[in-house]
């Protein structure tokens, strides 16, 4: 994964995690390209809030 992937899963986390819009994530996730990225690399705070987003609308992270 490159640094700008990392940044968006990032972003999309932060998204989930204090403003509470899944949706919105998801979006950004998918028209990124990014809904079966490996996220195994994410520290725990971010794949917690990511996990949130999974096996939702075509998205099914990896390495969680």
């Not at 968006?8 to 919105?24: D, K, M, R």
């Not at 990511?50 to 992270?61: A, C, Q, S």
Request: hydrophobic letters at 40%; aromatic letters at 6%.
């Amino acid at each position: 994964m490159t640094e700008f992937e990392q940044g968006i899963l990032y972003a999309a986390g932060l998204i989930v995690a204090l403003h509470n819009e899944p949706v919105i994530a998801a979006s950004v996730i998918l028209e990124a390209g990014l809904g079966n990225t490996d996220i195994s690399g994410l520290d725990d705070y971010d794949k917690r809030n990511l996990e949130k987003l999974k096996n939702g609308k075509g998205i099914n992270f990896r390495g969680a």
